[in-house]
């Protein structure tokens, strides 16, 4: 069964993350999964607008921490490293360079890797017991996926500061606040609502919504390209410190880490 699924109904298309057991944790695997089908959804001139949801519990809790360049298992060469360590730049650019209108619909937990994937969409729909961050820093390293910027233009430098630089989960009303979320849902209706904002935007023109949604795009990310080619750097630095193993050791043994700086 694939763990990425695409379906199309009318003018809406459906991206769904299908990994329930584990929480719907991200692999390369699944990072390229969706990469290429988001790249099919654009060549779709059938479909009007997306809703990227996912199946279980939780949205996602990020990357699978069992992968061996968290787990340190056997490690391709650091050129390759550096490559892989750009995938996730990639999904999210194939993700925001969709040309119809995405809503993310969130439910549960959504850090770090998902928490990258809500952001890349034009809006989220969040449960009311949704809990959103990028817990990247409490693994000692630094916010990848070119998700800084989106991140700072939704809801500015502080409040960007704190969701990244904490690595806490935050609730869904408080990021409604913020203006991280577009609405927030009860559980029940939490997929019908994205269904609803999708129809909305498919029942528009399409050629000038997807123009205007380019030129926001455009507009609010000039800077991104020239500055967040660097976080791939960052992480092959932060990976090969002490912090990172002690940090990852610490979230399989179950204890809570010690940073020394190193």
Known sequence: MSLIELSRDGAIGRLTIRRPEKRNAITQEMMTDLEGTARELSGDEQVRAVVLDAEGDDFSVGADLSQPRFSGGEQPSLLMRRRG????????RS??????PTVCAIQGVATGAGACIATACDFRIASREARIGYGEVKIGINLMWHAVGPCVQLVGPARAKQLIMT???FGAETLERWGFVDEV??????????RE????YAALPPIAVQMIKRTIQRYSGALDEAILHADADQWMLASLSEDFREAVSAFFEKRTPTYRGN
């Open 85 to 92: 360590a750009e995938l996730g730049a990639k999904l999210m």
């Open 95 to 100: 993700l925001r360079e969709i040309p119809q």
């Open 167 to 169: 690595g806490r989960l």
């Open 185 to 194: 849902v009860e559980p029940s209706a939490l997929q019908e609502r994205a």
């Open 197 to 200: 904002w999708a129809e909305e």
